[in-house]
């Protein structure tokens, strides 16, 4: 294990706000454009493919970008990439409001991907570097909360500003936002984000011994899974890009072989063995997969039904997920401070209540039917109980799994936690679009092609749940052996 600093930064409290708030923009940009796809549609004319792009293929640079960008951030370069990043952010997202056709937005909506791929791993570096113990703890619970309430108020705020630039253009200004944000933030980065010590090319492993061939090779296999899944509409044109999995488990297959050859050579290779080794990070990171695959689906869904069948505008859509927002906001505040003390337990209690929360909503979608006035705040009343526990997942998840990661290794630790989420939203955002539209494509009412699609997000979140429920029993397991309390 790394030696940790002796003394804490002082700047660390203030350095973190910054932190949130790009974890917000760029998180934000995940599910705000969701409501603009029927305004982007219409102004440029765009196809399903090129929506789809739109969408995902932002999800898809981001997660190409997490793991190089953690490891150079690992390796004495975290401030100029956070700089970097914030610049590369601001002029895409210029790029995307002015685009003229649908694409050249398709292409900066994955340059603005990258910028934030390049961004988050060096937020993540960032906490573990500067906050320790218990403090950490509450420094993720608070960039927990922030990713929780970004994901859900992504529609509304979207919808709002539709609202507010109209449903020609307003679609223009969803991405036109971001720049008096970036404006704000980059002084103060440039100001509290921290250079790195002179000797960083040397003590921690500098660009002389970044593993280029093994970079290749897993963003290949990143490409070869995500492909498939970020360009898949649910219609009839989708089975010729499965072929991506084959490239996916070439490079995979090359990239492990030359990752044991490299670290065996090296000491430096990109899947560290000391993380990869760890079993928290292994069961966390899985676990992180599964619910964002599930977690993801549920307001694409939900936001498609409430605007394309009911009828509802993008304001309204957007209102419906809120209660999800505050409710995830307000536990993972709290979760900061409870995760020390129930670590695992903590998880599976929240992986239950969203569970719960889900099968109500597809309860409701099913008994209510087509009813706008009903649906709406039925919907939102279920939505409220998934935030309650949402909120103490994925910040918890993030601090456990990365607990016993030394703070050397923490860039690389997170963009890989990062891509396992981001690898979940395409899957999780892939099947449920696949089952909502050929539901609706084999004659099925749009209430029964929804609770179809909530189903699939029904199987995910449980398929976290079971590997939560695994990962604290090994726990226990190795609690009893040790002679330790209960964690």
């Known amino acids: 294990m790394s030696p940790q600093r002796a003394e804490p930064d002082p700047n660390r409290w203030r350095v973190l706000p910054v932190c949130l ?16 796809l029927p305004s982007i549609e219409s102004s440029l004319d765009a ?50 409001g002015l685009a003229p056709t649908d694409g050249w937005l398709a292409v900066a909506r994955l340059l603005q991907g990258v910028s934030a791929g390049v961004l988050n791993p060096q937020v993540v570096g960032l906490i573990q570097q500067q906050f320790s113990g218990f403090e950490r703890g509450r420094a993720f619970g608070m960039f927990g909360a922030t990713i929780g309430v970004s994901t859900a108020l992504g529609p509304l705020l979207g919808g709002l500003i539709i609202a507010a630039a109209g449903s020609a253009d307003g679609w223009r200004w969803v991405f036109l936002v971001n720049l008096p944000v970036v404006a704000v933030l980059l002084p103060f980065a440039w100001r509290l984000v921290p250079a790195p010590p002179p000797d960083a090319a040397r003590t921690a492993r500098g660009p002389r011994r970044l593993d280029l061939v093994g ?14 899944f970020v360009t898949t509409t649910g219609r009839g044109d989708d089975a010729s890009r499965w072929w991506w999995l084959v490239v996916a488990a070439a490079a995979g297959l090359a990239a492990v072989v030359w990752e044991r050859r490299y670290q065996r050579r090296t000491g430096e290779a990109v899947l560290d063995p000391q993380v990869v080794g760890l079993g928290s990070f292994r069961n966390g990171a899985l676990l992180g997969l599964a619910y964002f695959a599930g977690f993801t689906g549920i307001f694409l869904v939900v936001t498609l039904y409430l605007q394309d069948e009911l009828g509802y505008t993008p304001l309204q859509a957007g209102l419906v997920g809120t209660p999800f927002a505050v409710a995830s906001g307000v536990s993972a505040w709290f979760s900061g401070r409870w995760v020390a003390r129930w670590g695992r337990q903590l998880v599976v209690g929240g992986l239950a209540l969203v569970l719960v929360g889900v099968v109500v909503a597809d309860a409701v979608v099913r008994l209510l039917g087509d009813d706008p006035a009903a649906v709406g705040p039925a919907l939102a009343g279920a939505l409220l109980l998934a935030g309650a526990g949402s909120g103490t997942v994925i910040a918890p998840n993030q601090t456990l799994t990365l607990s016993e990661v030394p703070v050397t290794r923490a860039g690389v630790a997170g963009s890989m936690l990062q891509l396992g989420q981001r690898i979940g939203s395409a899957v999780g955002i892939s099947i449920v679009l696949s089952v909502y539209y050929g539901g609706l494509a084999s004659g099925d009412t749009a209430a029964h092609a929804t609770g179809r699609a909530l189903l699939v997000t029904i199987v995910l979140v449980a398929l976290a749940l079971v590997v939560g429920i695994g990962d604290l029993r090994s726990r226990r397991a190795e609690d009893r052996g040790t002679g330790r309390a209960d964690a």
Not at 47 to 71: E, K, S
Not at 72 to 90: N, Q, Y
């Open 21 to 36: 708030a790009v974890g917000f923009v760029t998180t934000l940009d995940v599910s705000i454009v969701n409501v603009a």
């Open 47 to 96: 196809g399903p493919t090129q929506l789809q792009l739109v969408v995902a293929g932002y999800t898809l640079a981001f997660g190409l970008a997490l793991v190089p960008a953690g490891r150079l951030g690992d390796a004495g370069a975290r401030r100029s990439l956070f700089i970097a990043g914030l610049v590369g952010f601001a002029l895409m997202s210029l790029a995307c």
């Open 215 to 228: 970079l290749a090779l897993l963003g290949a296999a990143t490409l070869g899974v995500m492909m498939p």
